[in-house]
DNA sequence: TCTACATTGTAACGTATATTTCAGTTCGAC
DNA sequence: GTCGAACTGAAATATACGTTACAATGTAGA
């Protein structure tokens, strides 16, 4: 990681020890000791634990070449953040085995980690949303990930009337805005290169009342500033693009919370449509 | 680690978040997207961040319990130094009855299961047969995995021409079939349930020569009849209707693979597409 | 011992930040 | 529709913090 004086501070504190003075020094043994959190305090709290005054902090900062103590602590977190990205299998070195394997341990780690971040509150509340088969629903998603929503469309139609998938050209689109209004549910999902024609869409239907669930990756789209609800799922896969497994597994979790939400409702539903199907 | 709601903060946070407000629920999501870094920026920038003012994220820190936000970062601190202490290894899950949780696990296992059974010549040929683009394509699926053939056909039209989704009424299908020859390659999705009039579909375009690749649950359509490469993959799932899971696995997993196949040439036509969409 | 310089903390300062107040607005219930 | 309650952000306020100036102390070399 850090193994010469370089990169991180920490590395750069251990090449310019000797440039210090006493006390700044015992700075810096104190940040290296309790790396890299002695120094999210406050200067005088790092201070006081490092047994010196405040300035004596900030001039031992000045001399590692920061504007301010700001900008450390900024650098600091960056730092931690950076080591915090995908403690797993991370970083191209992949003895690259089957492509096949690899896709399948990216999408049960984004699995897991969906079903563990997805708020439950937020699912549950989706569910009784969709459940309501007074309330209107419209489906919508981006380049890719409008298939998704095609999907959970035909599954809510057996389950429910007025399930709408937007389709076509986004300047079609707004036509349906026409009738939405404070009843309407929108479901709309939009992950990474997020779709500016998609927040356009939301925030129009958001001032007309209408109420917005957003599926989206780990970083949220922007969409999520006007949703009234937002299911986040992970995406990050060994690919130029991300993986809807998340996603799907969001919305097929949905689905099947809807039909027991509905109970015996769905299921009769079920029945008669295989009935028509049959044709008996 | 936050398996129920309590402990850490990102526990809390999903456990309350039904008495928050909607701005303060926003909050909570950014914290929750980019935990915990987010609430380590000052009050003014957390709420920047998240699309609302300081006084809104103020209020929501108080509602969970904090009596400044100084101590709330200092909460979020202490977790993180606790998380670095021990790396990770943490296997708490929710107490089951959670239908998020259910899927999840059923996905999982079905993902593993379709990784281990795709036998891996059927694998690779399909990539070549996918790679090679003087071959024209076509993806067709039933009711519910016709999302599945769009959403894969919508990636590779970015790797290759002449990628088509054929669609609408099943009527409307064999007007394609007078097209095809032998250099057609078919892409067919099929699950329980299966579809007469895929099956029907797949039979015409086997004998006028067509290259059939079905993607099918662990069963086998009877299109695998007709089908020159199969690819099962496994689909049992706690819901009325099977998880197509396995199936985006195998959609997903193929195009990455048909990138690496193609290599550079893959990559500038992703740049190029890049270009054109931003218009310079 | 004296002087020049480096080092360090105290105290004062100004700014950035958290916190509170309050008025405008939205939303739901009747 | 009308009313009341809840929600929210702008602006005002208070506080904590980083920063700076300066005096006290220590240190090295004549």
């Known amino acids: 990681m850090d193994s010469e004086g370089g990169a991180s501070i920490a590395g750069q504190l251990r090449r310019d020890l000797g440039r210090l003075t006493p006390n700044e020094r ?3 043994h104190r940040l290296l000791a309790d790396y890299p959190m002695a120094g999210l305090d406050t200067a005088a709290r790092f201070g006081e634990a490092a047994g010196v005054s405040a300035p004596t902090v900030l001039r031992m900062i000045a001399k590692l070449g920061f504007a301010s103590y700001g900008a450390f602590q900024d650098r600091l977190k960056a730092e931690l953040a ?14 690259d085995g ?5 896709f399948a341990l990216a999408a049960i780690a984004n699995l897991r980690a969906t079903a563990e971040n997805v708020p439950r509150e937020e699912f549950d509340a989706t569910v009784r949303l969709i459940a309501d088969r007074r309330r209107p629903l419209h489906l919508l998603g981006g380049r890719f990930t409008d298939a998704i929503a095609a999907y959970m469309a035909a599954h809510l ?3 429910r009337p007025q ?21 309407d549910v ?6 990474r290169r997020y779709s500016d024609d998609l927040l356009v869409f939301a925030e129009r239907a958001a001032r007309q009342g209408a109420r ?3 599926v989206t990756d780990q970083w949220l789209s922007p969409i999520s ?20 497994a998340g996603l799907l597994l969001i919305v097929e979790a949905l689905t099947a919370a809807v039909v027991a939400e509905q109970g015996g409702t769905a299921r009769d539903r079920l029945e008669a449509l295989e009935r028509l199907r049959r044709g008996d």
Chains 1, 2 share one sequence.
């Open 212 to 214: 917005i669930v957003l």
């Open 186 to 191: 929108i479901i709309l999902f939009d992950i």
């Open 82 to 95: 950076a080591q915090r990205e995908t403690p797993l299998t991370k970083g191209g070195t992949r003895p």
């Open 26 to 28: 015992r700075v810096a």
């Open 98 to 102: 089957d492509p096949l394997d690899a």
């Open 163 to 183: 399930v709408q998938h937007i389709e076509g050209q986004p300047a079609a689109w707004f036509d349906r805005l026409l009738d939405i209004g404070k009843q």
């Open 157 to 159: 139609r057996v389950l």
């Open 225 to 244: 500033k006007v949703a009234r609800h937002v299911l986040p799922a992970h995406v990050p896969a060994p690919s130029v693009w991300d993986s809807s």
